[in-house]
């Protein structure tokens, strides 16, 4: 496995290369943008994930992504963003990333979010319309081909509902949704049942993926407005 790690901050992307390398994967680092493309280019694309730091020198890192996604490429990319702004993390998944880490990250959750990439793309399930995408450090798999939400790789039984509206929550993570947003979203304009519904949806969503220490399940209820996915 050979992962193109972007990042101009040398600390910061020798330690993700030494931990990349104790998982035995193959690091290989450019420390700007336009190098970045070099690499990609002269490799003919061949990495199976890229770390890309969003924000660099000469060509920023939405940029990459966009012109990766140009050439039809549907490797994994795990955007870094410094801030833990919205807009940042919208316009890299927007430009085609499938994933986020916000600075300063534990380094143990960079490599759970590159292992849930990698199995993800060896099991197949990603495909050039990125039908699957993680949240939850990186531990929780949606896969909107299967229908099928996993934790730790391991289905959870979830009713369609349920799936969509969780899959609602985790296409922006960090945005609270209002109850009639979720619907709206989630069950489409014509669904007849009354907001409070979503409750009950929520509560089973959390019966099923709650462990200890996350008892909610990910999902964290804003008072008086609605439910945010812990990203
Ligand atoms: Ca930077």
């Known amino acids: 496995m050979r992962i193109l790690i972007v990042e101009d901050e040398r600390l910061i992307s020798d330690a993700i290369a030494a931990y990349i390398a104790r998982e035995k994967y193959e690091p290989v680092c450019a420390?700007?943008?336009?190098q970045a493309l070099e690499i990609w280019d002269a490799e003919s694309g061949n990495f199976d994930l890229i770390v890309l730091d969003l924000m660099l020198p000469k060509i920023s890192g939405q940029e990459i992504c966009r012109r990766i996604r140009e050439t039809n490429s549907t490797v994994p990319i795990i955007m870094l963003t410094a801030r833990s702004g919205e807009s940042d993390v919208v316009e890299g998944l927007d430009s085609g990333a499938n994933d986020y880490v916000t600075k300063p990250f534990s380094p143990r959750v960079l490599m759970a979010r590159i292992r849930a990439q990698l199995r993800m793309q060896n099991s197949g399930s990603v495909r050039k319309n990125f039908t699957s995408t993680t949240c939850c450090d990186?531990?929780?798999?949606?896969?909107?081909?299967?229908?099928?939400i996993r934790k730790?790789?391991?289905?959870?039984?979830?009713?369609?509902?349920?799936?969509?509206?969780?899959?609602?929550?985790?296409?922006?993570?960090?945005?609270?949704?209002?109850?009639?947003?979720?619907?709206?979203?989630?069950?489409?304009?014509?669904?007849?049942?009354?907001d409070r519904t979503v409750d009950t949806y929520?509560?089973?969503?959390?019966?099923?993926?709650?462990?200890?220490?996350?008892?909610?399940?990910?999902?964290?209820?804003?008072?008086?407005?609605?439910?945010?996915?812990?990203?």
Do not use: C, M
């Open 31 to 34: 420390y700007d943008g336009e």
């Open 138 to 148: 990186g531990r929780v798999e949606i896969d909107s081909e299967r229908v099928e």
């Open 152 to 194: 730790d790789g391991a289905p959870v039984q979830v009713t369609k509902s349920e799936f969509l509206i969780f899959s609602t929550l985790a296409s922006r993570p960090i945005r609270t949704w209002s109850r009639e947003e979720i619907i709206r979203s989630a069950l489409g304009d014509d669904y007849e049942g009354f």
């Open 202 to 231: 929520i509560k089973n969503l959390r019966k099923k993926l709650a462990e200890p220490g996350h008892e909610n399940g990910w999902i964290s209820t804003v008072h008086g407005f609605g439910y945010r996915l812990d990203s």
